[in-house]
Each structure stands twice: as C-alpha cells, then as structure tokens.
Nanobody
Framework: QVQLVESGGGSVQAGGSLRLSCAVS?????MGWFRQAPGKEREGVAS????????YYADSVEGRFTISQDDAKRTVYLQMNSLKPEDTAMYYC???????????????WGQGTQVTVSS
C-alpha cells in the first residue's frame, strides 16, 4: 500500500508558476501527476520512472512542466511554469508498480490539490 499526500496548489494568474509536492510513504516504480478539469476526463500530465529518472509529459505541458523526485524526502514534485487558464484542474499524484509509466491507469492515488489559473 502506497500513501500519497499532495500539497502546493493554489490560485495564480496566467504566466505564473506553482510547484506541487507529493509526499509518499514509499516510491513505486512509476510516480505520476494527473489532472481533471470540471466536465472533462482525467488525463496524465507527467510521470517519472523512479529507478532511472526517465520522464514523460503530455504534449500540452511539454516544456512548461517538470516532474522530479527527491529520494531522501520521498517526495515527487511538479514544477509548473507559464501556467495557462486551461491548466485549471484538480491535480492528483499517483503511484503504480508497473514498469511502464505512461498510458495506463495508476493504482494508488492522493486526495488531489486544486490549481486555478486566471486570465
């Protein structure tokens, strides 16, 4: 069982930055960030394969968001720069024990943290 607790959400203006944090009880092979906007399906934002550091990004955030991990703190981060109103969503941290980190649902989920970007 993996427990995850997100923090760092908030409200910013377009062009601003936020850093989300996800404290985990133990790293799984794959750690990811997902988001869900009202009326839309949940989508993958970024993921990291914790053994190698390989990262994956959705096309919509490539070049603006960065996922990283701190092994000592057992924390995964999502640095979000150049935020846009369409980035507004509930952001979830997730963990999965599979060896591929993109394109599938994850097993363990945090409670989510809200990000709101105003124009």
């Amino acid at each position: 069982q993996v427990q995850l607790v997100e923090s760092g959400g908030g409200s910013v203006q377009a062009g601003g930055s936020l850093r989300l944090s996800c404290a985990v009880s133990t790293f799984a092979y794959c750690m990811g960030w997902f988001r869900q906007a009202p009326g839309k399906e949940r989508e993958g934002v970024a993921s990291i394969y914790t053994k190698s550091g390989d990262v994956y990004y959705a096309d919509s955030v490539e070049g603006r968001f960065t996922i990283s991990q701190d092994d000592a703190k057992r924390t995964v981060y999502l640095q979000m720069n150049s935020l846009k109103p369409e980035d507004t969503a509930m952001y979830y941290c997730a963990a999965d024990a599979r060896l591929t980190c993109w394109g599938h649902e994850y097993t363990y989920w945090g409670q989510g943290t809200q990000v709101t970007v105003s124009s």
